[in-house]
């Protein structure tokens, strides 16, 4: 068993790296406050073929293979967690439209969305369809050669920016056998009835756009479907495994970051005489944060394996999103307790850490939710 990168794997972990400490830690702190969509980043991630990674290059994409991305989004989420954040969504929509689309609506769209020209979306939350997402109330009528799309979608990320031109819209589409049928429709901006709704105000993740997008008559044609109309559940719920991985390297990352912050000040910061990291009651918390950042690393990189195998990883991706997640909550809290009264104030990094880190277990499926995962896969 080798533990250790690929040649190609460190150099994408070393431009990764180098980029975050050159473009987005010097201005993160200004960012943050702004909340505003930090476009000269994305569009800089986009010239580095960012959003490329893991897609063959046949659809303008850069190859590499699932350990090589998490690598990628794992050291992004080190300098934002909501900068890395639009890195997973596009790869989530790029990764619905490579398995399931037909290869004329592959044509047309996942070359700009991986040369990062445009970001995609997917519509699947709504505020009855949460964790429940079977529970979908947007509907897609038929209409001759359209669909004729209903509903409301909220929290979607990358829904409303200037380079938003796409959205996967999951809608109850008909019935069969008495049970709803879901598809999962393309629809780009502009399209008619296509409303792109308010952006909410949050508490994390302030550099991502997360807004309502509101359908109301919407028409698009009924070529837009994915697949085999009535499989859009099946569809989402086989992506979100990939998701998942991608949501436990933002955890891994800002996990990563709260424990080197912490070590340190805990190394400058003297009282009683000394530096604060020979106190055993400071030593304890360092020694913990460390060992569960270095265990949820293993737990990512062997998911990754395991998806670039072909080997089946629902398991393994909740297991590795619920840990993950739960270690950046653990070592934001204590990266901020080893600060004190220092970590309180916003000029202190550890205070951003500790707003972003809590939509970690709740995007691409809460910690409950992931248990129940784990459960079922065991045969409960």
């Known amino acids: 068993m080798d533990f250790n990168l690929s040649e190609e794997q460190r150099s994408i972990q070393e431009m990764v790296r180098k980029f975050v400490e050159r473009e987005i830690l010097p201005v993160i702190e200004e960012l943050d406050r702004e909340e505003e969509f930090p476009y ?7 010239e580095l073929r ?17 350990l090589s991305y998490a690598i990628a989004v794992e050291e992004l989420s080190r300098g934002s967690p909501g900068i890395a954040i639009n890195l997973v969504l596009q790869c989530l929509v790029s990764s619905v439209l490579y398995r399931f689309a037909s290869e004329a609506q592959k044509r047309e769209w996942l070359p700009p969305l991986l040369r990062g020209e445009i970001l995609g979306s ?40 200037d380079l938003s031109k796409v ?22 901006r502009g399209a008619p009835g296509y409303t792109v709704g308010r952006k909410y105000s949050k508490l994390g993740w302030h550099l991502s756009d997360t807004r309502e997008l509101i359908f109301e008559d919407c028409r698009v044609p009924r070529s837009n479907t994915l697949g085999e ?27 990563q ?18 530096p604060i990291a020979k106190f055993q009651a400071i030593q304890l918390k360092l020694a913990e944060m460390a060992t569960r950042v270095e265990l949820s690393r293993l737990i990512l990189y062997k998911t990754a394996w395991m998806k ?48 972003d880190v809590k939509a970690n277990e709740i995007a691409e499926g809460t910690s409950e939710i992931q248990r129940l995962i784990i459960a079922r896969q065991l045969g409960c």
């Open 50 to 66: 960012l959003f490329g990674l893991g897609f063959p290059e046949e659809y303008d994409g850069v190859g590499g293979d699932a």
């Open 167 to 188: 959205v996967i819209v999951t809608a109850v589409t008909g019935r069969k056998e008495g049970e709803r049928e879901i598809s999962n429709i393309i629809v780009p």
């Open 308 to 355: 670039d195998s072909g080997i089946p990883f629902t398991r393994e991706a909740a297991m590795a999103k619920l840990f993950a997640s739960e270690t950046s909550k653990y070592c934001a809290d204590q990266a901020l307790q080893v600060h004190g009264g220092y970590g309180f104030m916003n000029e202190y990094a550890v205070s951003r850490f500790w707003r």
């Open 229 to 255: 109309e009535g499989s859009g559940f099946r569809q989402f719920l086989a992506s979100l495994d990939g998701g998942r991985i991608g949501l436990a390297a933002v955890s891994l990352g800002l996990a």
């Open 40 to 46: 000269p980043i994305v569009n800089k991630m986009a």
């Open 122 to 161: 997917f519509g699947l939350t709504e505020a009855n369809a949460g964790s429940d997402a079977g529970a979908t109330q947007t509907t897609a009528i038929p209409r001759g050669d359209d669909w004729v799309i209903n509903g409301t979608k909220q929290f979607i990320t990358n829904g409303g920016t």
């Open 257 to 274: 970051a709260a424990f080197e912050e912490a070590l340190k000040y805990a190394k400058a910061r003297v009282q009683f005489g000394q």
